[in-house]
């Protein structure tokens, strides 16, 4: 059965830092690997989709990477802002259809 | 774009009650939509998959005749919570997947439904 793992659970980090977000999951046998973000009380924005082919991909001041091997997968934001202020999902997708999220890392960026 | 809109964004009810959430792909047609539950804190939890003219799929542990799931057109999806009790108190977001021909299908969210029942 599929695992996905978010740490840490919660973050905070001064304004304009630099940060990593983690996530692993369990079966390397993926379709595909998405970040989301939500913000309190609303539904998710996707950020980045990497495929199971790929090693990462970028949008802006985001990074997303992948390992499939090692089930293991980074978000980078660069130079945070008070905006980025979220909950962080991890998801992964066994197949086309089906998408499996971790518990997400609540971050907040200080001012 | 491809936008998804639930309705209503959040419904307080008594318990006993029946309440029916709306999930709308507004600029394409969607044959597959998904309904999703989260509780505070946790991870969102797929309950079952919707499909177009079809019976909905359901996750082992949901319970179908509890969660009743009507998706009657490409654009609208309804998941009905019947006998709504506290313990469904709940954040229920879906989403409609948009089928790509040049590339991989790609499943857009809802706003999400918070449910409160009293």
């Known amino acids: 059965k599929q695992e996905v793992t978010q740490i840490p659970a919660a973050l905070s980090v001064p304004e304009g830092e630099n940060l990593v977000l983690n996530c692993s999951f369990t079966?390397?046998?993926?379709?595909?690997l998405q970040w989301f973000r939500q913000d309190p009380g609303k539904g998710l924005t996707s950020l980045l989709l990497?495929?199971?082919?790929?090693r990462e991909q970028t949008s802006g001041r985001l990074n997303a990477s992948l390992d499939k091997s090692s089930g293991r997968s980074t978000l980078y934001i660069a130079a945070s802002q008070p905006g980025d202020s979220a909950t962080y999902l991890c998801?992964?997708?066994?197949?086309?259809?089906?998408?499996?999220f971790g518990k997400g890392t609540r971050l907040h960026i200080l001012p | 774009g491809a936008v998804v809109s639930q309705h209503p964004s959040w419904v307080i009810c008594k318990s006993g009650t029946s309440v029916k959430i709306e999930c709308r792909s507004l600029?394409?047609?969607?044959?597959?939509m998904f309904w999703y539950r989260q509780f505070p804190k946790q991870s969102l939890m797929l309950m079952a998959t919707?499909?177009?003219?079809?019976?909905?799929?359901?996750e082992q542990g949901v319970e179908k005749d509890k969660f009743l799931i009507n998706h009657a057109s490409l654009t609208l999806s309804t998941l009905t919570v019947t006998s709504a009790h506290p313990e469904d108190s709940s954040f229920y977001i879906c989403?409609?997947?948009?089928?790509?021909?040049?590339?991989?299908?790609?499943?857009?969210f809802g706003p999400g439904t918070r449910l409160t029942v009293l």
């Open positions: 079966d390397s046998a993926i379709y595909n």
């Open positions: 990497i495929q199971s082919s790929q």
């Open positions: 989403s409609a997947r948009k089928e790509n021909l040049l590339s991989a299908d790609t499943q857009y």
């Open positions: 919707s499909n177009e003219g079809s019976k909905a799929t359901y």
């Open positions: 600029d394409f047609q969607a044959t597959t």
């Open positions: 998801a992964v997708s066994p197949r086309d259809d089906k998408i499996i």
